[in-house]
């Protein structure tokens, strides 16, 4: 089943849509502000995800489109599981976080302005672990479920299909 890309596409998009929509509902549901690494590794879910749907959409019209856009998916996933270890590096405190963590972006041009943006900023620290569960955070867990997926997925892309009797 899973050799066949339109079953594929499917199961992608539902573990896309399962993996993200958890993610927003600790954001928004639990008010588990996410730190900036936490915002880069919905990304590649969020290319998972369209890449599924243009697939299912595609469907056996073009046969290569859908293999094609899977692999996107695949290698998507890889690099959010990459984004998911350098996170989970920064929370164990093995290497420091990007400029952007923990810090305020953008551009103030005074500095009543830097003031203003200051105090109606809430820093979320990519270094400290907001959540877990069995001991992993929740980067680790993105970066366990990132790096399954992708290889389902590459798994199900090279799978030989089964033949019909």
């Known amino acids: 089943m899973l050799s066949e890309p339109r079953a594929l596409a499917f199961l992608t998009l539902l573990f896309g849509l399962g993996v993200l929509g958890t993610a927003l509902g600790f954001q928004y549901l639990a008010g588990l502000q996410p730190c900036v690494l936490c915002l880069y590794q919905r990304w590649p879910w969020g290319v998972a995800i369209v890449a599924s749907l243009l697939a299912l959409a595609v469907g056996n019209r073009q046969p290569a489109m859908p293999r094609t856009l899977l692999g996107l998916a695949a290698a998507a996933l890889f690099?959010?599981?990459g984004i998911a270890a350098y996170h989970v590096g920064v929370e164990q405190q093995w290497w420091a976080g990007t400029a952007a963590c923990g810090g305020v972006s953008g551009q103030a041009a005074t500095v009543e302005d830097l003031k203003r943006q200051l105090m109606a900023t809430e820093i979320v620290r990519c270094d400290e672990i907001a959540w877990s569960f069995a001991g992993i955070?929740?980067?680790?867990?993105?970066?366990?479920?990132s790096l399954t997926g992708?290889?389902?997925?590459v798994w199900g892309l090279f799978a030989t299909p089964r033949s019909t009797r």
Not at 150 to 153: E, G, H, K, P, S
């Open 79 to 81: 690099i959010g599981a």
């Open 137 to 145: 955070s929740m980067a680790g867990w993105n970066m366990i479920l």
């Open 150 to 153: 992708a290889v389902l997925l």
